[in-house]
Nanobody, 122 residues
């Protein structure tokens, strides 16, 4: 069992930056691929970033590539998301998740954070 907790989120103006964090605890959280998903009010929860357990590989969705950066802490049980050049269309509930495999598929992720709201004003 892995517990994921996401403090942070908030309101930011378009063009601004925000950092989200996710703290993992429980059974060997550093062994999991960590991913980020987001869900706007009328849409499906969608993948946009992931990082392998050791941090050596990352993958990003086209909508955030070049603007968002995923990273892991030294102990590998925390993951952060640096979000730059935010746009109103980035407004969503953001979720971190953990998976045994390196994947962008939602069903591959076994553990989920509670979600945190990010709102980007125009």
């Amino acid at each position: 069992q892995v517990l994921l907790v996401e403090p942070g989120g908030g309101l930011v103006q378009a063009g601004g930056s925000l950092i989200l964090s996710c703290a993992a605890s429980g059974r060997t959280p550093s062994s999991y691929t960590m991913g980020w998903f987001r869900q706007a009010s009328v849409e499906e929860r969608a993948f946009f970033a992931a990082m392998t357990p050791g941090g050596g590989n990352t993958v990003y969705g086209d909508s955030v590539k070049g603007r968002f950066t995923i990273s892991r802490g030294n102990a590998k049980n925390t993951v952060s998301l640096q979000m730059n050049s935010l746009k109103p269309e980035d407004t969503a509930v953001y979720y971190c998740a953990a998976a045994w495999v390196y994947s962008s598929i939602k069903s591959d992720y076994s553990y989920w954070g509670q979600g945190t709201q990010v709102t980007v004003s125009s």
